[in-house]
């Protein structure tokens, strides 16, 4: 993909953007514990999620696509498959999928692409293994392909070093199919799960660190849900309108939980003029997010991390056009992404022209410095990819093997050339 410098300022309302993944993933595996027919409607198509309906399906759900909305009827029991269960580029799938089928009695294997298959998957299968969960794969169990053989699990309490809505669902998915659990972590993750689990009718308690999941006694209800438009995707084109002078654009039918819009509120800190109008409420707030053009200053992130790891990448972006020293700090899981973030982020940057300086947990990136085009291969990684498509407005810009955005936001070229990019595939 080749993307020219923008020549002028943009404005646009913009209704299609990518429908959200975690909820989307969450939605479809959530329905394998209910009594009835799931509804989903605007349901993210993109290759992993359609790779969770897959497996969905493989588990012996019956699932039904009608015109915009995913039905999905479980089965009285998950079936032990007779394939491979393929998460494509997902750690959200196959994290998830882990601590649900250890609870499940029957022999299960997970794998995904090869970028997916060099992820650590220890932080998962460690906790359950303590609770008798029985699960094998490369480099002792760390690493996909994973066989498990899953079967009714312990009562359990985790404290948990690290703060990931990955491995805190996982865990309640366990608990729930188990004999319940107590989980704790260090900051609170995004909480989509408690938040649908508890629509649902699961009986989960706490004070967001603390949760405590009690086992179920009969199936939940089942959802019907309207996924709203990802702002972790949107965020993208919200750094966009941020580096084009004179730039606004508005972002609609946003969800607009705390825990995913706390980026927004670091590009408002750097100086951005950012409005939420909240719209509508069902299991989470859902609005328009509206972003206009101000010059952006320097700005230091440190708290609130596992709010801002997907969009780091683009708010690296937003730093290379500060003016100042900006830095994110405590941010070592991103190294354990899709790629390591920080290191593909800091070569892709210097190749730029920014002037970066690389840590063990982030980086420092002096901003205003002049950009120039550049080749940038992103690793497999959707995020890296589209965050330099994104400095490309300014300077233009080569993404080599972009075909790794499809894994999220199959229209993110079609939304580019509208608001005026000019992109070549």
């Given at each position: ?110 794998s995904g692409d090869k ?110 849900i309207f996924v709203p ?197």
């Amino acid at each position: 993909m080749k993307i020219y410098a923008q020549s002028s300022a943009f404005k646009a309302e913009i209704s299609n953007i990518a429908s959200d993944k975690s909820i989307s993933h969450r939605a479809a595996i959530f329905s394998l514990l209910s009594g009835g027919t799931t509804k989903i409607k605007n349901y993210l198509f993109a290759e992993d999620t359609k790779c969770t309906l897959k497996i969905v399906e493989n588990l012996g759900a019956k699932v039904e696509i009608k015109d915009d909305c995913v039905c999905i009827t479980p089965p009285e029991k998950p079936k032990e498959p007779n394939c491979i269960l393929e998460c494509g580029n997902s750690g959200t799938a196959m994290r998830l999928f882990m601590g649900l089928l250890a609870s499940l009695d029957g022999f299960f294997v997970l794998s995904g692409d090869k970028y997916l298959n060099e992820r650590p998957m220890k932080r998962v299968g460690d906790p359950l293994a303590k609770v008798g969960a029985k699960i094998y794969g490369r480099n002792g169990g760390d690493k996909a392909p994973l066989a498990i053989q899953g079967g009714k699990l312990e009562y359990f309490e985790y404290e948990s070093k690290i703060s990931s809505a990955q491995v805190k669902t996982a865990l309640i998915l366990a608990g729930l199919n188990g004999n319940g659990c107590k989980f704790s972590e260090p900051e609170l993750s995004r909480d989509h799960t408690e938040r649908m689990l508890k629509g649902m009718g699961a009986e989960i308690s706490g004070d967001g660190l603390t949760l405590s999941v009690k086992p179920l006694k009969k199936p939940l209800k089942p959802l019907e849900i309207f996924v709203p438009n990802d702002p972790s995707s949107a965020f993208f084109y919200a750094v966009a309108a941020c580096i084009i002078p004179n730039s606004k654009i508005v972002l609609k039918n946003m969800l607009l939980n705390k825990t995913r819009t706390y980026a927004y509120e670091i590009l408002r800190q750097m100086g951005a003029d950012i409005k939420f109008k909240k719209t509508s409420e069902i299991y989470e707030e859902i609005g328009d997010i509206e972003v206009s053009y101000a010059p952006l200053k320097a700005v230091s992130v440190s708290e609130n991390i596992p709010w801002l790891i997907d969009e780091a990448p683009a708010l690296a972006i937003a730093f290379a056009c500060a003016n100042g020293k900006s830095s994110l700090r405590n941010a070592k899981e991103l190294r354990v992404k899709e790629c390591d973030r920080i290191s593909v982020m800091a070569k892709g940057l210097k190749t730029c022209g920014v002037e970066i300086v690389e840590f063990e947990d982030g980086f420092e990136i002096t901003g205003g410095c002049g950009l120039q085009p550049a080749i940038i291969t992103p690793h497999g990684d959707h995020r890296i990819a589209m965050s330099f498509a994104i400095l490309g407005l300014k300077s233009g810009m080569i993404i080599e093997d972009d075909e790794c955005i499809a894994t999220s936001f199959p229209n993110f070229k079609d939304i580019l050339r509208q608001i005026g990019a000019k992109v070549e595939d």
